[in-house]
């Protein structure tokens, strides 16, 4: 995000990514493995993901919670990062996964989740998603609209089943973050209107025979970095949870969504014990089981992308131009993202440096990483290393310009596999045909 704050210098962003050092010859090591070697044996652009630190940071956010003697389930946001060796990991850690898609259960179960340790979320699911969903029996269908509700409820009876829901409320609640990514206020298209839910919830656990209404979830938005959003949105759910409870409607679980954000600059994001503290002051009287649903803060710091400088081009300002570009990671196109940019070599001065824009390679004016940067001096030829690209990253490359999709790389207990072949042109040309009839004209 533009900001009027110089941005930092080297050492406070190593300090804000305690898994990543800079050793000697060895240039710039995460969790133990040289990112140089990586690249010189992989190529790039080539994402690096760090299964040492996802566990370490599951297992962090898990204790928050048992700190303050708070039983939480706890579902990875599975739209954050999608790999199957990812979701392994999280899985091993206690995690049941939240999807929005059918293909997201798909993968989920596909990586040993258990069904009931599934959440569904998502605006437009389809008959076929909310089809497979129930047939799977996952462990709650978070209900999005009073639409939906009536679709889902007439599918299960069709199919004998009775489908465990949630209410997503939309509780009108500015999360005071990107407006890209921002969900809860009434104006967003997610939930539904906290105002109608105590009618509709009487109706549901009365009158519904396909849907068993267990209570409410909410998400108000991603990469938040105040506590005064999360506090509001969940004293409007446990009001609302006085309220039905006051009309005599059964309420077991709530899901807390999750949006807990990351520093990728310099923000003071707050840690999960503060989450872990506003829930249990919102939420940990109610005597409910409570879940979370949290992506970026547990994926993002776990991953880099490494890219190589194609050239410096001196005009009116200095580019460095490198080998990944907006295809590979859009946030910064997308949501005016701002991630750290680290030289793979040791610097020999952290603070010296050239004041740089660095780019990709495609042909869009947004495509950029980072303008009037101060670097350490890069040249054609050197590596570098885009930092917290571990959510939100892999997940939304395209083939933008016939760039194939990068490798994916692995790291762990001092170990490192290949978990995604850099796609080939041939495989990418490959998947089209050109109609018989166009030929024989
Ligand atoms: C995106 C999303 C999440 C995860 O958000 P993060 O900011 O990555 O933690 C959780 N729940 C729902 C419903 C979402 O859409």
């Known amino acids: 995000m533009t900001s009027t704050r110089p941005d930092p210098t080297l050492q406070p962003l190593l300090k804000n990514h305690p898994n990543l050092s800079y050793e ?33 940071r599951a297992n962090t ?41 059918g293909g997201e259960l798909r993968r989920a179960l596909a990586a040993g989740i258990k069904a009931q ?21 996952i462990g709650q269908i978070n209900v999005e609209s009073v639409e939906e509700l009536h679709r889902l409820d007439a599918l299960a009876r069709k199919m004998q089943r009775r489908a465990r829901i949630a209410f997503r409320v939309n509780p009108d609640i500015d999360a005071k ?31 519904m025979s ?26 409007r759910i446990a009001s609302l949870v006085h309220t039905l409870r006051a ?26 014990s503060m989450l872990a503290e ?27 992308l490494l890219a190589r400088v194609i050239d410096v081009k001196d005009a009116a300002r200095r580019f460095i131009i490198i080998d990944a570009g907006m295809n590979d990671l859009v946030r910064p196109a997308m949501y005016d993202s701002w991630h750290g940019i680290l030289p793979l ?38 590596l570098v290393a885009l930092l917290d690209a571990g959510a939100y990253g892999t997940v939304m490359s395209s083939t933008y310009n016939s760039r194939p999709l990068a490798a994916q790389v692995m790291i762990g207990g001092g170990k490192q596999a290949v978990i995604r072949k850099r796609q080939t042109l041939d495989e990418l040309l490959a998947q089209e045909a050109v109609p018989d009839w166009l030929l024989h004209t």
């Open 177 to 207: 973050t990107h407006s890209k990514i921002t969900t809860g206020r009434a104006e967003d298209k997610f939930g539904i209107a906290h105002d109608v839910i105590p009618a509709l919830y009487r109706k549901t656990q009365t009158e």
């Open 345 to 382: 070599h040791t610097p020999e001065n952290m603070e010296a440096g050239d004041v740089v824009d660095v780019v990709g390679p495609i042909c869009e004016s947004s495509d950029i990483f980072a303008r009037q940067r101060h670097l350490p001096p890069l040249k054609k030829g050197d």
């Open 117 to 137: 340790d599934i959440v569904f979320s998502g605006i437009g699911k389809t008959d076929e998603e909310l089809e497979l969903a129930v047939q799977h029996q």
């Open 24 to 56: 000697g010859s060895k240039g710039l090591v995460m969790d133990g493995t040289s990112l140089t070697d990586i690249a010189s044996q992989h190529g790039t652009p080539c994402w690096v993901i760090s299964a040492d630190t996802l566990r370490h």
């Open 247 to 272: 009309d005599g409607l059964r309420i077991s679980d709530i899901d807390c969504g999750g949006g807990l954000g990351i520093p990728y600059r310099d923000e003071t994001a707050p840690p999960p």
């Open 61 to 101: 956010l898990k204790d928050a919670f048992k700190a303050r003697n708070l039983p939480v389930h706890c579902h990875f946001a599975v739209k954050a990062q999608d790999h199957q060796a990812c979701l392994t990991v999280l899985a091993q850690c206690g995690f049941g996964a939240d999807v929005v898609s």
């Open 210 to 235: 396909g849907v068993e209404l267990v209570g409410l979830a909410v998400h108000l938005g991603s990469q938040m970095v105040t506590d005064g959003p999360f506090r509001k949105g969940y004293e």
């Open 278 to 304: 506003v829930i249990a002051e919102t939420l940990g009287d109610l005597d409910v089981q409570l879940h979370i649903e949290p992506g970026r803060w547990l994926a993002a710091p776990s991953g880099v």
